[in-house]
């Protein structure tokens, strides 16, 4: 079988994987606190090429792309004034704490609301939790005090969706909570759409090798089948 078409297929197969990756940032480049991702990408070992009858070496063919990992970037980002009592930006490192259903989760968007039991919930009703790792309670006057929040700083962060991340708890954070503001999102939406653009035209470039191949393959088997006997 033609090598080309199956390098040509690792190609394609690459850049869905960036597609998706690259679409979700832009989907969530409004999200407070959201911190984007990057596909990390090598090629497969490549072959060594040699003369069948003189053992002679030809040189080295890649065998293609493939995504090894994607990496988020975790970079703090600026904080904006919203002047809403109940949002609050980390200035700096650090992680607020929320308790879910599936243990204590961490997270960058303090988006945060008054449920109604008067303590302090994310957007999605998880319990956020404050210095001494306890409910933050919600103020009579709708505020809170930011100095009771937890900043907590992490190692081994890593991404669970819905702005959540897991990680090793090392400590308070050196970040300073601040009420009033929103961190704002980590992706930056004109270098996305053009690392979008690039990614459907390295896509396309493969799709029209495989048409390519397929094209001189059909030839080739035509010319084969019409030699004389």
């Given at each position: ?16 994987v ?34 069948t ?29 919203t002047?809403?009592?109940l ?41 956020v939790?404050?210095t001494?790792r ?17 900043a ?24 300073e909570?601040?009420?009033?503001y ?33 094209g ?14």
């Amino acid at each position: 079988m033609e090598r080309g078409l199956y390098i040509a297929a690792a190609g394609m197969v690459a850049e869905q994987v960036r597609q998706d990756q690259i679409a979700n940032d832009l989907a969530n480049s409004a999200t407070p606190g959201y911190k984007s991702d990057q596909s990390q990408q090598r090629s497969f070992s490549d072959l060594l090429l040699q003369n069948t009858q003189t053992g002679e070496t030809i040189g080295k063919l890649g065998q293609g792309p493939l995504i090894t990992k994607q990496v988020t970037d975790l970079t703090p980002e600026a904080l904006k004034d919203t002047g809403e009592p109940l949002d609050l930006g980390i200035a700096g490192p650090g992680y607020f704490g929320v308790q879910t259903s599936s243990g204590v989760r961490y997270t960058r968007d303090g988006s945060f609301k008054a449920a109604a039991n008067g303590t302090l919930t994310d957007q999605l009703g998880n319990t956020v939790l404050g210095t001494d790792r306890k409910p933050v309670k919600v103020n009579a006057d709708g505020t809170v005090d930011a100095a009771k929040v937890g900043a907590f700083a992490l190692t081994d962060v890593k991404k669970q969706g819905d702005s959540l991340f897991t990680g090793t708890a090392a400590g308070t954070a050196k970040g300073e909570v601040q009420s009033g503001y929103l961190e704002g999102s980590g992706v930056d939406a004109g270098r996305t759409m053009v690392d979008m653009m690039a990614s459907l035209r390295a896509f396309e470039a493969g799709q029209k090798a495989i048409q390519t191949i397929d094209g001189t393959l059909q030839q080739a088997a035509g010319q084969v089948g019409s030699l004389p006997g």
